[in-house]
């Protein structure tokens, strides 16, 4: 079974308040990105590629960009180990995995691989478990990954994982992605935030659509991060002077993204990033 993992965008992101047990709940809208990479419309490769295949002994394969971690603590090993303690049933598998997606980016590759095994499983295992229980595993691995369990657009609350689906529908839109070489931990993203309760929810600003997004529609993080990282800001602003109607960090980033109309103004735009790592992706 071969599976296309595609990430995510976050569209506006809120620091709402510091909980008690050290994290933040937050406000951000996910919208699944790369669905249609590799396909005659958007042929540009992006979507990171994850084949579960039987085997004799259960073992694990990784190519394409390097994930810098030991196997027991890269999330594609922990999606395996979670479901295999719910289901010890499964079989065994050779899970190959052939990174495309950036990490460090905001973009939620590694989530996205990880539940992408959960759900890959889960249909090899002849569907024990529904998506809300897949979810449940999910949120063991990380605060998005229950989003990939479901894969649509979600208002998402807490610290990310209480979702609700939204009717978002941005087909017809284009998105360049760009990342810088640098990486945001999650630490030093947080470091510079101070929670406070948006004056208006994402929820009334999304529903203004793309062209009144600009300006209403923040990530509170760039405030914090661009200063001490002004490429980020940078490119933001070369997005947004080149055309994109609407141009954001995505998440903790460290990419900047912006929303183009056509698809050969987002090409023309992402071939003028050639020194960052630089995407198209339709919507």
Not at 42 to 55: G, Q, R, S, W, Y
Not at 78 to 107: M, N, R, S, V
Request: glycine share 10%; proline share 6%.
């Amino acid at each position: 079974m071969i599976k296309f993992v595609n990430a995510k965008l976050n569209l506006g992101l809120n620091i709402v308040r510091k909980r008690e047990d050290g994290y933040h709940d937050l406000e951000t809208v996910f919208y699944p990105i790369g669905k249609y990479n590799g396909t005659p419309e958007n042929p540009e490769e992006f979507c990171d590629i994850l084949e579960i295949t039987p085997a004799e002994h259960t073992e694990f394969k990784f190519m394409g960009r390097e994930v810098d971690c030991p196997l027991e603590k890269n999330l594609v090993y922990k999606a395996w180990k979670i479901f295999k303690d719910e289901y010890p049933e499964l079989g065994e598998y050779q899970i190959a995995l052939e990174k495309h997606i950036p990490d460090g980016a905001g973009l939620g590759g590694g989530s996205a691989d990880a539940s992408g095994v959960l759900v890959m499983l889960n249909a090899l295992s002849g569907e024990p478990f529904s998506k809300e229980q897949l979810a449940e595993m999910a949120l063991r691995l990380g605060a998005d990954c229950p989003f990939f369990i479901y894969n649509e657009p979600c208002y998402a609350e807490g610290v990310g994982e209480r979702l609700v689906p939204i009717e978002l529908d941005l087909s017809g839109w284009w998105c360049v992605l760009v990342k810088p070489d640098e990486s945001i931990s999650t630490k030093e993203a947080f470091a510079g935030v101070t929670p406070c309760p948006p004056l208006l929810s994402l929820r009334d600003i999304v529903r203004l659509g793309v062209a009144e997004w600009q300006g209403k529609m923040v990530n509170e993080f760039e405030g914090s991060l661009f200063p001490g990282h002004s490429m980020l800001g940078n490119i933001k602003e070369r997005l947004l002077e080149s055309g994109a109607v609407y141009a954001a960090m995505s998440g903790s980033g460290s990419t900047v993204y912006g929303l183009f109309r056509d698809r050969e103004e987002a090409v023309r735009v992402a071939e003028g990033f050639k020194e960052h790592y630089a995407a198209v992706c339709k919507m």
